[in-house]
């Protein structure tokens, strides 16, 4: 298993590994997603840009050129906090491959880059039913800093 930056050539096999590891988990925790996006023009444009952003980070797991998982994390200013913060986008390992330490590899690479670049902070985004993610990153330090809530009009 090799971690290793993604290559900017590689949005399309981003875009299926995403489609592979988020869409049969993710309606479950939020019926409002949009169904196929990961191999939609929209998902396309995500990675694009994800790759073309030199402030951006990617990294992906692969096994004997097999990509099994990535992390990608962009710049996250709050204009009313002190620190220098990163916002992990995605994390995700395909399911084959969960718990075999890939996870922890990916966000250790991430961390890394982070630290490299003067990041104070790591924030992210959870659907609060994604109770195996929560507890993976709590189990990485990461503790509650804010509740979203939403509602129909
Ligand atoms: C969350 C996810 C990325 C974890 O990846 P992984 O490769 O399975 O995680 P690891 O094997 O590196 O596990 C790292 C630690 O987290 C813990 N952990 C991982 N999955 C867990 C689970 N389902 N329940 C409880 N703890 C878990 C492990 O105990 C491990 O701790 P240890 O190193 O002390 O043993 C993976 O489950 C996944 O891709 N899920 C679907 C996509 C997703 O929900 N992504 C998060 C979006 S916010």
Redesign the pocket.
Known sequence: MIIRPAKKDEVKKLQKLNAS??EE??PE?DADLKPGWGLSEDGKKHFTDLLNEPQNCCFV?EDNRKMV?Y?SAKPKHFDYRKSKYIE?D??????E???????????DECLKWAKNKGYQKIF????SK???????????GFSDIYASLERDI
Not at 124 to 127: K, P, S
């Open positions: 590891v988020f988990d993710n925790y797991a998982g992390i992990i995605n994390l995700g390992v395909i399911a491959y969960r718990k075999q330490g890939i996870g922890r590899s990916l966000m992210l985004v959870c659907f994604n109770k195996n993610a929560l507890e993976f990153y709590k189990s990485y």
